[in-house]
């Protein structure tokens, strides 16, 4: 069964860390771009980070440069989103996804939201 799980979302106040973890089962993430994906209430999903299978090339959402890394461990079939200095604003159910890797398939998950299989998402809020 193919799956992917997201770990590591919670509570966190505004300036904080979370690590969020995607863990992949039913298949292997080594020939799939990957991306982390958010969703606010109201709004629409929103490609976040993604990560290249081929070279590690990678899309930031503009909003996210230089607090989120994106990273992974093709040999625990795991990819990571390293989130620094949270705001409010941060706040969404954030999903992961994977996308059957081609030249530049992590700009179009994450532009276009293109994948073959995703998450369920974990939350992550971020208040004081």
Not at 40 to 53: F, L, M, Q, T
Not at 56 to 70: A, D, E, H, L, M
Request: aromatic share 14%; proline share 2%.
């Amino acid at each position: 069964q193919v799956q992917l799980v997201e770990f590591g979302g919670g509570l966190v106040q505004p300036g904080g860390s979370l690590r969020l973890s995607c863990a992949a089962s039913g298949f292997t993430l080594d020939y799939y771009a990957i991306g982390w994906f958010r969703q606010a209430p109201g709004k629409e999903r929103e490609g976040v980070s993604c990560i290249s299978s081929s070279d590690g090339s990678t899309y930031y959402k503009n909003s996210v440069k230089g607090r989120f890394t994106i990273s992974r461990d093709n040999a625990k079939n795991t990819v990571y989103l390293q989130m620094n200095t949270l705001k409010p604003e941060d706040t969404a159910v954030y999903y992961c996804a994977a996308y059957r890797d081609y030249k530049d398939a992590y700009y179009h998950l994450c532009t276009l939201n293109e994948a073959d299989y995703w998450g369920q998402g974990t939350q992550v809020t971020v208040s004081s």
